[in-house]
């Protein structure tokens, strides 16, 4: 399996918990490397433009309004098979559904409050990485 980068955003209801570096030690512990990585105040804009594939669902305001209350660190994780093993560290979206041990059933306060996200698939990665980071700001 061939190295993998994915991107992972540690939300507001983290970071406000200070979880960012429980957050980041699971991530590390599971094989992943942390090549770059910035805490922002998501606008409005990029919050919309972000999660723009959700804007015809009941709970994109809500996610809006959740993503740009607190900061947020944006990451790119690097390792084998990057994309599906941050998912497994991630756990199901809803906290109820993940497994134990995961970072959603240890953290995450509810189906939105859900303390990260993580790319669904190596096209995506390639995207959302580029959404946030220049190519100079990703030291591996
Ligand atoms: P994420 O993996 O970042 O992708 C979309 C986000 O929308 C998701 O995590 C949650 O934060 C949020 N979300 C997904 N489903 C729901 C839902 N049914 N109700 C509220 N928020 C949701």
């Given at each position: 399996?061939?190295i993998e980068r994915t991107f992972s955003?540690?939300?507001?209801?983290?970071?406000?918990?200070?979880?960012?570096?429980?957050?980041?030690?699971?991530l590390e512990?599971?094989?992943l490397s942390v090549v770059a990585s910035?805490?922002?105040?998501?606008?409005?804009?990029?919050?919309?433009?972000?999660?723009?594939?959700?804007?015809?669902?009941?709970?994109?305001?809500?996610?809006?309004?959740?993503?740009?209350?607190?900061?947020?660190?944006?990451q790119v994780l690097e390792g084998?098979?990057a994309?599906?093993?941050?998912?497994?560290?991630?756990?199901?979206?809803?906290?109820?559904?993940?497994?134990?041990?995961?970072?959603?059933?240890?953290?995450?306060?509810?189906?939105?409050?859900?303390?990260?996200?993580?790319?669904?698939?190596?096209?995506?990665?390639?995207?959302?990485i580029?959404?946030?980071f220049?190519g100079?700001e990703i030291v591996g």
């Amino acid at each position: 399996m061939a190295i993998e980068r994915t991107f992972s955003m540690i939300k507001p209801d983290a970071t406000k918990r200070n979880l960012t570096g429980a957050i980041t030690k699971k991530l590390e512990e599971a094989g992943l490397s942390v090549v770059a990585s910035k805490r922002i105040m998501m606008t409005k804009a990029q919050a919309e433009s972000f999660y723009g594939v959700h804007k015809e669902r009941p709970f994109f305001n809500d996610l809006v309004a959740f993503m740009t209350s607190g900061p947020t660190v944006v990451q790119v994780l690097e390792g084998e098979n990057a994309v599906l093993k941050n998912r497994e560290v991630m756990g199901a979206t809803n906290p109820a559904n993940a497994e134990p041990g995961t970072i959603r059933a240890e953290f995450a306060e509810s189906i939105e409050a859900n303390s990260v996200h993580g790319s669904d698939a190596p096209e995506t990665a390639a995207e959302e990485i580029a959404f946030w980071f220049g190519g100079n700001e990703i030291v591996g």
